[in-house]
């Protein structure tokens, strides 16, 4: 049992940081590296390209990660427990 | 704008969702499906139905508002309101729904077995709900007085009726239907007038020739941390303004009952999945209002920027066809203040119904009443008092105003569910102290905020902006507290672990 928890809070932390270290960074960036403030891609400057757009993609594929991950802990908790 | 045209939009949508509600009711015949619809709705229904029920004033006129006069540094607005959806799926959206509990309270009741904490988790489910209300009756003030020229006054007393009479009526089975609707009517009502423009577009009228022909001062409002529109300390208020809707979501009273409609654990979670698509896809669209307001309404900039997104359609296209669009863009923002003004007072009203009112109702009727009408009165409750902050309080901008619910719900709920599912040793003690530091903590900034704020400085960066010492002083008050009051871990700790965390499939003894 608690082994189950200590896997699913491992991944939890682990998607929490991750998102954490992108997201945290990109204002830390902005504030490092002002250039980054006002370099532009195809006319489009690049923090209206994160904040806007790429962020969302990234959001969501960190979320269908997650919930594969969690689902394959489960499962292989289920399977434990039915053979016991 | 055309008012008759925009008045008829607002009217459609306010038959539809009656027409709809009373469908449902029809549907609804017992007390447990008036609740919680049975839990018959399929994870797509449902992530419709949470998404439209979480896209509020805020997310609809409010985010393109605050970017239009801020620049930049808003878009962590939209960014924030759709990350808090993932941080809610891997802390606590399968946990949550395998406690089986409806509200806050109920969870806070059965893991920490204390009717004090539960009575707390009431307080603060009406506060936070009240605050979270408020900038909806200003939204809708907002958008009758922008479309009639009638005082604010009378677009919130609208919203509020229809509400409550549709709450009252109706229950959840009809507001799922109605949520669900409401989603996919505001993505619409927002899009259209944006593929329109980008269609019709002219050399240097779309987003990008905005953006590139901004130069000087304006061009300063296109870069982030850039303190545009008087917002010192741009870099704290950027982090503490993330961790507040990034950690604030999973504390919002109407979100949690919605996940009780899953099935089971597994349904929660991919319902979460879908509604971070839905949103993502959604906040695609107010910057892009935003970028053109800074072309097409520059005077709003310093005034109204609330309506920038009910203006723009018929500044960029007089005639015919810009009425049409704005009478489109009124009535998706009043599904916006109708689906989350609904989805809150059907949680404030659960909790007052719960708490408050169905004992003394017993006591005072000698049981003589039904079950249905006491949570009818607490709906007419639930919408009084931010009825009566409405009137009383000053302007504030609508995402402000939100983000300050969330910075509370942030610095209370948050630690608690957070600790509560996953850490075995906390104890009651700690459950109720961290609730009490965290939420007197950050009511006395939002508090401060609604009634007026300090001019500038870091004392100002402080409250409006609070979450980033608030949530922290929560967490640290639930651990320490905790650590010092072993004796008070709840006895049935280790058996809400196990309901908490196994799988449906499994077969144990769920207490």
Known sequence: MSSLIQSQ???????????????GSIPL???????TRTFAIFGLPLPWIILGIVVYPVVYVAARIYVRKAERIETEFTEFVGRQ | MSSAMSLTGIGLVIVATIGIGLFGLRISRTTSDFYVASRAITPRWNASAISGEYLSAASFLGVAGLVLVNGADMLWFSVGYTVGYLMLLVLVAAPLRRSGAYTLPDFAETRFES????????GLVVGIGTLYLLP????????????????????AAVVAIIVVINVAAGGMRSITFVQAFQY??????????????????????????????????????AEPLSTAGGRDHPLY????????LCFGTMGLPHVLVRFYTNPDGRAARRTTVVVLALLSLFYLFPPVYAILGRSFAPDL?????DTVVLELPSRIFPGTAGDLLGALVAAGAFAAFLSTSSGLTVAIAGVIDQDLLRTRLTRLTGGDYLAVNSFRIAALLAM????????????LSLADTVGLAFAVAASTFCPMLVLGIWWRRMSTTGAAAGLIVGGVAASAAALVNVFGAPADGWARALVVQPAAWTMPLAFITVIVVSKLTPNTIPAGTARSMVRLHTPEAVDVDRG
């Not at chain 2, 208020?237 to 507040?244: E, G, H, Q, R």
């Open chain 2, 237 to 244: 208020a950027t982090y503490s303004l993330l961790l507040a």
């Open chain 2, 384 to 395: 009084s008092v931010p009825y009566v902050a409405f009137r009383v309080t000053g302007a």
């Open chain 2, 115 to 122: 009717a004090i904490v539960r009575r707390i988790c009431s």
């Open chain 1, 29 to 35: 960036l902005f504030w490092l590296a002002p250039a």
């Open chain 2, 136 to 155: 909806q009756l200003r939204g809708a003030g907002l958008t009758v007085q922008t479309v009639t020229g009638a005082p604010p006054d009378v677009g």
């Open chain 1, 9 to 23: 809070l491992r991944l939890t932390l682990a998607v929490i940081g991750g998102t954490g270290l992108i997201l």
């Open chain 2, 301 to 305: 900039v310093a005034g109204a920027a």
């Open chain 2, 184 to 221: 996919w009517l505001k993505l619409t009502a927002l899009a259209t007038p944006i593929f329109i423009i980008l269609i019709a577009w002219r050399s240097g009228d779309h987003p990008v020739g905005v953006l590139q022909s901004l130069h000087g001062a304006a061009a300063e409002w």
